[in-house]
């Protein structure tokens, strides 16, 4: 196993008049608030005040002092933000035409000069290619370019195949886009194809600017890595090209941006923690490294007061919460934004981990402290991963665009929004959470090609629209002893929005009954389950089943159609609930969810310790090394007392020293746990 380092740090935010000696005097402040990573913003507009003037006096500076200091940089490339003097774009942080080729070449001559000028500073540790990369790209002439390009591609350069989709018939894939309203996906009759090849588009389009900005640092500098951090990662961002899994192939790891004001308002507040654990959980699955090399590349540090979603000002808890939740999914760096603040503008004198007289806070001084633990135990850290995954969540690439075209809304409780499918995943995730277990995400090309391990768990939330591929692979995964859980319209149609018999026959083998029927309800109902005298909550989609061959009927429409039905195919188990199940936990969870779902599950694994009495308010988080287990208590409630047990007999003590407690194989062992605390034990095997 590979040794790291967990290590703790902050953006320096350089404002446009901040003097060398200002810098200096922050990575001053930094080291001495045991902070070992500073991530930094290079901005165009900063380096280059007028065209061909160049000025990095405060960069260097913050590098020299983090070389001098021990500390790390990682400077975050702003090619896409063109500068004020060319009066592309209304401020700093926003994106240009970069499909334009002479604005483009442009932007890639500044990386070039980043790059040589700091290439070879001891304290520079890895670029970042693009802050929170994401883009709403407009129909402009050399966007649609651009689109022609991607088509010709996609569809081997044969229209007559294009033209068998779309509703408007071109001659040539130069026609494409000279009508007033290309790219629109605003009109409901409007060819789903059409829309959805610009949603394909756009991701495309990202990753390929991604991958220009690579291959130019590359040019120059070859011996760091790079990585990107994109953002609302719980929420469907394929409208603005964002699908982490693509990203993931064009850098070397994964960071993510962690801003509950921003990232978590589709949770409910009390589930904020549990958001910051999802975003590291799909970092940590979806990262390239092959050691699972991820970054918590940016977390919020500071108070909001205008700018973000919600205002909010984290407390000492909230952080120390956030970052032991990131730390136990396995992240390798915590990265706050922001260590200073802005001075000005959007997000002026908000986010900062440094109050308004330039001292640390109380939010500092405790990602401080949790710094400093790491510190004293580094030996204990350095070599102790998270457990696998106990469940797996499919995130459905096809079924998330679907979603944008069909979608309505955006609220939480309103079953069609357009986050629907993200917001099934996220109901899956806190489901999960809630049952203790450990959770990994895969999406749909990933399990076509790499499959996952014999007997896993897979759950497949709001998987309305899936590849034919993907279909064979679950009812692989099946027939070799896995277990699959689907819910709602699962495979109804293919990722271009057309009904799918091909995929109908093979669903309907794998959950043994055909699907008869599809409906709709506005108003609750419930599914009557066979054999108990409980029932399950309904919500939006009635599906009705029919010619039940193999399957086991668990539960039913209220007239007695068949809708939850259990298979068994091969070694595995297939189990299909007829209502959208996992999208309705997110917004109002309930226990007869919860505990349908256990019932449904295969034991969890006991090669692990485990938390007996887990639920939304009470987590354990573990990381496993050798011959020992660093048990993270999370506790977000009153007084509790959390339950453990232990598949090997062993030494259980507080971190930070104290009374040794005795652990016997298969027993349980009870730990005191006051509110709002975390408390960190080590289990010695």
């Keep these: ?11 320096l935010y350089i404002n446009k008049y901040d003097t060398p000696k200002q810098v200096r005097r922050w990575v001053e402040q930094m080291k001495q608030c045991d902070l070992s990573v500073i991530r930094l913003f290079v901005q165009w507009g900063h380096v280059e005040p007028k065209e061909g003037v160049y000025d990095f006096a405060a960069y260097d500076a913050c590098f020299d002092a983090a070389a001098s200091a021990g500390m790390k940089v990682v400077p975050t490339l702003m090619a896409v ?4 003097w060319m009066r592309a774009t209304g401020g700093s942080q926003d994106v240009g035409n970069i499909d334009c080729p002479a604005f483009w070449e442009k932007a890639l001559r500044y990386v070039d000069r980043v790059v040589e000028r700091y290439r070879s500073s001891p304290s520079l540790h890895s670029w970042i290619l693009w802050n929170e990369p994401s883009r709403t790209i407009k129909p402009v ?3 649609i370019a651009a689109f022609r390009e991607y088509l010709r591609q996609a569809y081997g350069d044969d229209i007559a195949r294009l033209n068998r989709l779309y509703h408007r018939q071109y001659d040539s894939f130069d026609q494409i886009g000279q009508d007033a309203d290309a790219g629109s996906t605003s009109l409901e009759f409007k060819g789903y194809v059409e829309k959805l090849d610009w949603i394909r588009f756009t991701g495309h389009n990202l990753c390929r600017k991604l991958s220009d900005i690579r291959r130019r640092i590359a040019d120059i500098d070859r011996d760091h890595p790079v990585h990107v951090n994109p953002h609302s990662v719980a929420q469907n961002r394929l409208s603005s090209g964002q699908w982490v899994w693509d990203e993931a192939k064009v850098v070397d790891f994964l960071g993510c941006s962690s801003h509950p004001v921003w990232h978590s308002t589709r949770f409910a ?3 904020v923690d549990h958001s910051v654990a999802y975003f590291a959980d799909i970092m940590r699955s979806a990262t390239p490294d092959k050691n699972g090399l991820f970054w918590v590349t940016e977390l919020q540090g500071g108070s909001t007061l205008f700018s973000s979603m919600r205002s909010y000002s984290p407390s000492p808890a909230d952080i120390t919460h956030w970052m032991w939740e990131s730390i136990g999914s396995g992240a390798s760096a915590v990265v706050f934004w922001c260590f200073n603040t802005r001075s000005g503008g959007y997000e002026g004198g908000e986010w900062g981990l440094l109050d308004h007289r330039q001292e640390p806070s109380e939010r500092l001084l405790a990602a401080q402290s949790v710094a400093r633990t790491l510190r004293r135990h580094q030996e204990l850290f350095s070599d102790a991963r998270p457990r696998r995954p106990d469940i ?6 096809s079924s998330f665009a679907l979603g944008l075209v069909e979608g309505k809304g955006y609220a939480t409780d309103d079953p069609r929004n357009e986050q629907m499918n993200a917001d099934a995943v996220a109901g899956a995730y806190l489901m999960c959470a809630d049952l203790g277990l450990e959770i990994g995400f895969i999406d749909e090309q990933t399990l076509r090609s790499s499959g996952l391990p014999a007997g896993a768990v897979l759950l497949a939330p709001s998987c309305t629209a899936l590849a034919d591929q993907t279909v064979a692979a679950m009812k692989k995964l099946v027939e070799t002893g896995g277990t699959l859980i689907a819910d709602g319209l699962i495979g109804f149609k293919d990722p271009d929005g057309f009904i799918s018999p091909d995929n109908k026959q093979a669903l309907d083998d794998i959950f043994g009954a055909e699907l008869a029927d599809a409906g709709g309800m506005d108003v609750p109902f419930t599914l009557p389950l066979a054999g108990r005298r409980s029932r399950l909550d309904g919500w939006f989609t009635r599906c009705a089943m029919a010619n ?10 209220e007239d007695g159609r068949p809708a939850v039905v259990k298979n068994s195919l091969g070694k595995g188990v297939a189990v299909r609930i ?3 199940f996992f999208q309705r936990y997110l917004s109002k969870p309930t226990k007869s969810h919860l505990a349908f779902l256990k019932s449904m599950l295969p034991p969890a694994s006991q090669a692990t310790v ?6 939304s308010r009470l987590r354990l988080r573990v990381l496993s090394g050798p011959g020992h287990d660093v048990l993270i208590f999370l506790n977000r409630g009153g007084p509790a007392r959390a339950t453990i047990r232990s598949p090997r007999a062993g030494e259980l003590r507080p971190l930070d020293g104290g009374k040794a407690v005795a652990v016997r194989k298969g027993a349980a062992a009870s730990v005191a746990l006051a509110r709002d605390e975390v408390k960190l034990m080590v289990l010695k095997r």
Aim: aromatic share 2%; with cysteine; net charge positive.
């Design 81 to 84: 933000s063109p500068p004020g």
């Design 578 to 580: 007829g209502t959208t």
């Design 392 to 397: 797996w969540l499919l995130c459905s690439e």
């Design 269 to 271: 507040p009390e589930r």
């Design 548 to 557: 039940v061959r193999r399957a086991k009927v668990l539960g039913t429409l």
């Design 141 to 143: 002439p050399h966007s």
């Design 1 to 11: 196993m590979v040794q790291r380092r967990i290590e703790i740090g902050s953006q």
């Design 610 to 615: 485990r938390l007996a009495n887990p639920s």
